[in-house]
T-cell receptor, first 117, second 111 residues
Framework: GAGVSQTPSNKVTEKGKYVELRCDPISGHTALYWYRQSLGQGPEFLIYFQGTGAADDSGLPNDRFFAVRPEGSVSTLKIQRTERGDSAVYLC???????????????FGPGTRLTVL | TQLLEQSPQFLSIQEGENLTVYCNSSSVFSSLQWYRQEPGEGPVLLVTVVTGGEVKKLKRLTFQFGDARKDSSLHITAAQPGDTGLYLCAGAIRNNRKLIWGLGTSLAVNP
């Protein structure tokens, strides 16, 4: 597709369960970002990939959160032992060069709404 | 901690009115971006400002970057119901690929 896609669009799970959220970036984009957004607030940075490697994972809240991008394209955000406080919209974005240029544009997907009961 | 303060947080106005949204920080940014987000969608980039004092216009929207590159404003002239949404500013720090995000301004334009 032409844009960033994320699946599923909605995920409802029970406290303590494991979830995986998928992001399919724009073809050819080397950089991929994961954000978390609470209702009515700005995105909160989680992790940034340049190619296959996590260049900056300083935003991951704790070790229950993990993300991979094994082939430098699709990425999966994994959350173990989910808690009610993990409920949010998880956004993925990709950009062409990864911010090496100050005007590099991040293109966002529609997000996955995660609800932990 | 680098903060980007955005105000107002909520704004409800009538069609045809003008409004201004502000983003302020004590940090110097190499660039600053403005996004608009609609419910159920991701943020969409409106503009990037790079040079201190820069002014960019996008139809009825005017964006300004402060001379010291620490603040920015978005001015909308003659707002329309289609302008309704969450407006977000995000600043880039040199040599840091993360964007610093404001909390957003939720704008409602009533017909």
């Amino acid at each position: 597709g032409a844009g960033v896609s994320q699946t599923p669009s909605n995920k409802v799970t029970e406290k303590g369960k494991y979830v995986e959220l998928r992001c399919d970036p724009i073809s050819g984009h080397t950089a991929l970002y994961w954000y978390r957004q609470s209702l009515g607030q700005g995105p909160e940075f989680l992790i940034y990939f340049q190619g296959t490697g996590a260049a900056d994972d300083s935003g991951l809240p704790n070790d229950r959160f993990f993300a991979v991008r094994p082939e430098g394209s699709v990425s999966t955000l994994k959350i173990q032992r989910t808690e009610r406080g993990d409920s949010a919209v998880y956004l993925c974005a990709s950009s062409q060069t990864g911010g090496l240029l100050t005007t590099d544009t991040q293109y966002f997907g529609p997000g996955t709404r995660l609800t932990v009961l | 901690t680098q903060l980007l303060e955005q105000s107002p947080q909520f704004l409800s106005i009538q069609e045809g009115e003008n409004l201004t949204v502000y983003c302020n920080s004590s940090s110097v940014f190499s660039s600053l971006q403005w996004y608009r987000q609609e419910p159920g969608e991701g943020p969409v980039l409106l503009v990037t400002v790079v040079t201190g004092g820069e002014v960019k216009k996008l139809k009825r929207l005017t964006f300004q970057f402060g001379d010291a590159r620490k603040d920015s404003s978005l001015h909308i002239t003659a707002a329309q119901p289609g302008d309704t949404g969450l407006y977000l500013c995000a600043g880039a720090i040199r040599n840091n690929r993360k964007l610093i995000w404001g909390l957003g301004t939720s704008l409602a334009v009533n017909p």
